[in-house]
Structure formats: C-alpha cells, structure tokens
C-alpha cells in the first residue's frame, strides 16, 4: 500500500493529536462522581444526563461520519449517487427520529435500546435484541480505516497496524466511559471540518479553480442516481432507517439536559452534514478527474498526498483520524456497554462486577471482534452495507412498537420476528456470496438486494403475527 509522504512536522501534528485526545479523554474521567455504584454508573454511562446543545451536536455530528475512507470510496467509485446514498436518505431519516422519537427516548427511563424493547417484550427479547445490535455497533469499520491510515503513516503491516491504531484510540473510554467520548468528540468535530475545508481548497487550487474538470469522469459519476438499479437506491434508503436501531442516537438522545436539545440538537446537525458533505463529495470527484485508477478506498489519501503541503498534510491526516476515531470511540463504547449490561450480567463469574468494570471488559472484547471482521472483510462498503442489512430489518418493526401504549405483539411473537428476521437475511446474503449464476431462474431471487429482501421478510411475518393476534 502507498505510503504518506511526510516530514518531521507532520510526524509531530500526528503524534500531538493522538497526546490531546488521551489527555482530553483521562482528564474528562476526573469529573465522573465518586458516590454510590449508580450515580458512578449513570456518569459512566449517560454523562449524568446533562449534556447540551453544542456538545450533542459536535458528538452527533462526529459520530455520523466515522466511514470517512468508505464515503471516499463510494464517490470515487460512483460518483455523485453517493450524495443521495449517504447523504439525502439520512438526512431525511434523521428528521422523522426528530419529530417523532427523539423525545420517546429522552424521557425513557431505559439506558438501552435493549433494556426499551425488554420493557415491552420481556426479557428474553432483551437478549436476542442485544446479540443483533453487536453486529452494527462492533467497531469494525472505523477499525479497518484506522488500520489503513496507521499503514499509510508508519509503514508497519497491516494487522501491526490494525491492533497499533485501534489500542491507542480506545484506551481513555476505559477511565471516562461516555464523557471522555463527549469531551473528544468535541474536538474532533473542529479537525474534521477544518481537515476537509483545507483539502477542497487547495485541491480546487490544483486544478485551478476550474470545475470544468469534473467534465472528464464517467458519464454515470455525474448522474444523482449513478445509473443504479432501483433495489440498490431503495436498499440504501432502507439502510438509512438503520438511525432509527442505531444505539448511538439512542444514546445521545437520552444523554441530553432536556427533550428540546435533542429534537434541535437532530435538527442542527442536518445543516452540518450538508455542509460535509458538500466538502467530502467535490474532494471525492476532483480525487476521480485527476487520479483515475487508483485504488477506490485511498481517493483522500492519495488526494491529500499530492495537493497539501507538509504541515497541513499532517494535519489533514489528523482530521481522517478524528472523523474515523470519534466514531470508533462511539460504537465500542456501545458495544462494550451491550456486552456488559446484557451478556456478561447474566454470566456467574461477571455478576459482582460492578456495571462499569464489566463494560470496560465489553470494550476490549468489541474491539478484538471488530479487528477480526475487518481482516476478514477488507472493505468498509461491504460491511456496512451487509450489516446494516440484517440489523435493520430485525429490530425496526419491533423498536418503533415498543414505544406504543398498545402491546401490538405477544412477547413470543416479537422474539419470532427477530429471529426470524435476522436468521432469513444472513441466510440470503450468503446465498448471494457463494450462488454466483443470479441469472438461473431457479435462484432468480437472488437477484434482490439483502435489504429489500430482509424488510419484505419482516413485513410478512409482522402481518402474520398482527392476524393472528386479530384473531
């Protein structure tokens, strides 16, 4: 893989960064109270529920963008599509979780997505709602990107790099839990703006500041739906829903001063990711005019490398890892407290544990299984994309009828819908892998995005249930 060409000082911007965040993170713990086992917990955890608007939005917003590298690839690859693929849908999914759930989770009482559709559904449905919701919230990746640039920047190998990358990212969630992921956040959010700022001006001052570039890419890459099937823009659309499973949002939600913060907080942070998208998009197309056939997955990288100079190279490279880590951060964190609250709690020897060490455990198991699934599967489209496509479709239904007065489903019937749900959709996208002769009628389904078959799937079984339960 391509190196970084860089010098002292931005070896030094590098390793400044990763100082400031360690310091910003240890020193956040310091203002988690020292009472009983529950005020700890609920600092550890929520930030004690008093978090504002700035900080929900800087948090929001720096956690929304952590598959910088993948968003890098998907322009590259295909042009301006990925502005409604990662951008449009979610803008638009994020709006409704504004108007219509925001203020169901921040007057829950519940810190989980979990321990919500368990007070509905009973307990075993907590389980089996935490066991699908690992596979979204393992860091996997953020942890793959962070393994790329770490390669790029040091020359170590790959897994070297993986491991390096990922230790170094995570080490002061274990001392401050949510509020060291609040409090660096923050700033990361600043870097990650400025990083991007700086690399579209100087990359429209490499070409000049003549737009007329962009004439030279493929016909497709200028096209808003890129020549897309319409199952493969709707899959995107209904991966998009993922916002209203993921646990991050949850979270966050319920970490806010007041209801109003985290409707406008969603509200705010939609202006933002227009604006960082409008920079990541035109970087992702000027990087495709200028540098055809380079690998897909390094377009700002390879961009960054030939336009900045040193210093502000260093810190471009220090604004990926911000938008990357901010997100790491998140996402092991939530997985850490999932492993911890809702498996290793029902484990003998994890039981007098108290909540917070047990999520620090969670925390390092996470991340050796976000290292694994990011070896095993290089690719940060790939995993997103079949993810998300078996979480959504198990929990969404379910989710959204736990916020009902009315029990729509018997708890026997939501566990079904999970199960069932998840089981039909990892099947399907293994069939996908290994049955390669999509044309033969006898596997013409195949054909389907796993999305699109994973919510048909679950629409089925939801109008079975809701019959029955008619009847």
């Not at 953020?142 to 390096?164: C, D, E, K, P, R």
């Not at 995993?383 to 379910?398: F, R």
């Amino acid at each position: 893989m391509a190196q970084f060409s860089l010098n002292a000082f931005d070896v030094a911007i590098i390793i400044a960064y990763f100082t400031i965040i360690l310091i910003i993170g240890v020193l956040s713990a310091k203002s988690i109270r020292k009472g009983s086992d529950s005020d700890t917990t609920n600092d550890f955890i929520l930030a004690g529920r008093k978090v504002t608007l700035p900080f929900f939005v800087a948090s929001l917003v720096a956690t929304w963008y952590g598959n910088i590298l993948g968003i890098g690839e998907f322009v590259y690859s295909k042009g301006l599509v990925a502005w409604f693929c990662f951008g449009i849908v979610y803008y638009i999914s994020a709006f409704f979780y504004a108007v219509f759930v925001a203020s169901n989770v921040r007057n829950s009482v519940f810190q989980s997505i979990p321990e919500q559709i368990a007070a509905k559904f009973g307990e075993r449905s907590r389980v089996i709602s935490s066991i699908i919701i690992l596979f979204i919230t393992f860091p996997a990746v953020y942890v793959l990107m962070v393994g790329i640039l770490f390669q790029m920047f040091t020359g170590f190998n790959f897994i070297a790099s993986i491991i390096l990358g990922t230790a170094i990212s995570i080490i002061y969630l274990s001392f401050g839990g949510f509020r060291s992921n609040i409090a660096t956040n923050t700033m990361q959010f600043i870097l990650m703006y400025t990083g991007f700022g700086t690399l579209l001006y100087y990359s429209l001052k490499f070409i000049n500041f003549d737009i007329s570039v962009i004439n030279n890419l493929p016909v497709s890459h200028k096209q808003f739906f890129g020549g897309e099937s319409w199952q493969y823009i709707l899959s995107w659309f209904l991966i998009s829903l993922q916002t209203f499973v993921d646990p991050s949002f949850y979270q966050r939600c319920s970490t806010t001063k007041s209801t109003r913060i985290a409707q406008r907080g969603i509200l705010i942070s939609i202006i933002f990711w227009f604006i960082f998208d409008s920079l990541t998009i035109m970087c992702g197309l000027i990087a495709k005019a200028k540098f055809p056939g380079i690998e897909p997955i390094l377009a700002y990288p390879t961009l960054s490398n030939n336009v900045l100079p040193h210093i502000l190279k260093g810190l471009f490279i220090v604004s990926m890892l911000a938008t990357i880590i901010s997100t790491m951060d998140s996402y092991s964190f939530l997985s850490g407290l999932i492993i911890g609250k809702e498996l290793l709690s029902k484990i003998d020897i994890f039981k007098k544990l108290t909540l917070t060490n047990r999520v620090r455990i969670g925390i390092i198991v996470s991340c050796i299984f976000a290292i694994y699934i990011a070896v095993l599967i290089p690719s940060a489209i790939d995993i997103i994309y079949k993810t998300s496509s078996i979480v959504v479709p198990a929990l969404l239904i379910p989710l959204l009828a736990s916020y009902t007065n009315k029990k729509i489903f018997t708890n026997t019937q939501a566990n079904s819908l999970m199960v069932l749900s998840s089981v039909a959709t990892i099947s399907f996208v293994i069939a996908k892998e290994y049955v390669k002769n999509g044309s033969n009628s006898l596997f013409y389904f195949l054909n389907m995005e796993p999305m699109v078959f994973g919510i048909l799937i679950s629409l089925l079984l939801s109008l079975i249930f809701l019959t029955k339960t008619r009847e």
